[in-house]
Structures are given as C-alpha cells and as structure tokens.
C-alpha cells in the first residue's frame, strides 16, 4: 500500500494541471471570439448583421472583397470572405458569392449551442427575417 500511494498521488495531479490548462485555452478562445465579433470590420459586420458586405477597392485597379454570411439552421455559423478584382459592387458577382456561401453552409457545422448568447441568438434570428 505503501509503495502505491505516491503512484496515485503523482498520477492525480498532472489531471488537474491537465483541466486547468484546457479550461484557460477555452477562455482565450472565447475571448478571442468575443473581439472578433465586435470588431469594426466587414466580416465582423456581416456576421452581426446577416447581411452582404461589400468593401469597396482602395484604388482603380486594386481589390476589393465581398463578404457573405453563412447561415445555419438557427444562425449565423461563419461567413465567406472573397477578394474580388473589379466587380464587387456587381449584382451577379454579389449573386453568386450568395449561392457558394449557401452551399458552403451545408458542410461547415455549426457552433456549439453553449457559445452563443440569447442576445446573440436573438440578434442573428431578427436580421435573418428581415
């Protein structure tokens, strides 16, 4: 009994080092998230909002992006970012970013249902009816 007793001992505490290192990453991660989606940015904007956004490119010539949200069953679960040479502002372009952010979404699974808030829930389920 002895001889098993430090063994356990030894055994116990790398699983509790183990747990709270996991659950710091988990709150990074949740923090990082958080940044993300209160960031003042197109993909960001898109996701709050469920909506297109276009940003437009900074010179004649250059490129400018198209950001779509991907939708799942009951909220937003991502968006497709796609760099865009001319034509952002273009209907069809617009229209066919929709169509394979729409495709995407049926592979891409969602977020757990832990890590959305209800305000958030809420937020995506209004901007998705209107």
């Given at each position: 009994m002895?001889?098993?007793?430090?063994?356990?001992?030894?055994?116990?505490?790398?699983?509790?080092?183990?747990?709270?290192?996991?659950?710091?990453?988990?709150?990074?991660?949740?923090?990082?998230?958080?940044?993300?989606?209160?960031?003042?940015?197109?993909?960001?904007?898109?996701?709050?909002?469920?909506?297109l956004?276009?940003?437009?490119?900074?010179?004649?010539?250059?490129?400018?992006?198209?950001?779509?949200p991907?939708?799942?069953?009951?909220?937003?679960?991502?968006?497709?970012?796609?760099?865009?040479?001319?034509?952002?502002?273009?209907?069809?372009?617009?229209?066919?970013?929709?169509?394979?952010?729409?495709?995407?979404?049926?592979?891409v699974?969602?977020?757990?249902?832990?890590?959305?808030?209800?305000?958030?829930?809420?937020?995506?389920?209004?901007?998705?009816?209107?």
């Amino acid at each position: 009994m002895r001889r098993t007793a430090p063994t356990l001992e030894g055994v116990a505490a790398p699983d509790r080092a183990a747990a709270t290192v996991s659950e710091q990453k988990i709150n990074q991660y949740r923090k990082r998230r958080y940044e993300a989606l209160h960031a003042e940015n197109a993909a960001a904007n898109a996701w709050r909002t469920g909506q297109l956004a276009v940003v437009p490119a900074a010179t004649t010539g250059g490129q400018g992006a198209i950001v779509t949200p991907l939708f799942g069953l009951h909220s937003c679960i991502g968006v497709l970012s796609a760099e865009v040479r001319q034509g952002e502002n273009s209907p069809s372009v617009q229209a066919v970013a929709t169509m394979i952010a729409a495709q995407l979404s049926t592979v891409v699974p969602a977020w757990p249902a832990g890590s959305l808030t209800p305000a958030d829930r809420a937020s995506s389920s209004a901007a998705r009816s209107a």
